[in-house]
């Protein structure tokens, strides 16, 4: 069954993921300056840009595997790829807490990319990643996830 046009298909998340990954690149320095908690050791924007390209490899790897024939992954392939990498690369705590992230809305985002899938899929994200944490903080990416 084709998808209504403002479904999130598997090229709008492997664009996305892209996206993701170039603005963590531009800002990482930025987001390192700021990093003060738990420990201001400026590292946590390198560590969610290394988490992020690990993320964006892993669905790159899905479409390498479709490049021979006519068709395109299924989007749940993709966003679990794109949770599995994050997870596999995540450094620090920030980008465990990201793949964390990925890997709430990746359990929602497999079943539909419709607009309520979406949503649904950013409150398990923020849910999932706080669950994770042992004594979450205010004012930490878990916040910001909220």
Partial sequence: ???PPDALD???VRTWCSLALDALGREREAIDAINVYPVADGDTGTNLYLTMESAAAAVEAVFAAHETGTTVPAPAD???AMAHGALIGARGNSGTILAQLLRGMAGVL???G???HLRRALAEAA???R???AHPVEGT???VAT
């Fill in 10 to 12: 598997a090229v709008a």
């Fill in 110 to 112: 497999a079943e539909a």
């Fill in 114 to 116: 419709d607009a309520d």
């Fill in 127 to 129: 849910a999932s990643a």
């Fill in 131 to 133: 669950l994770a944490v």
């Fill in 141 to 143: 990416v878990l916040t």
């Fill in 78 to 80: 993709v966003v679990r």
């Fill in 1 to 3: 069954m084709p998808q």
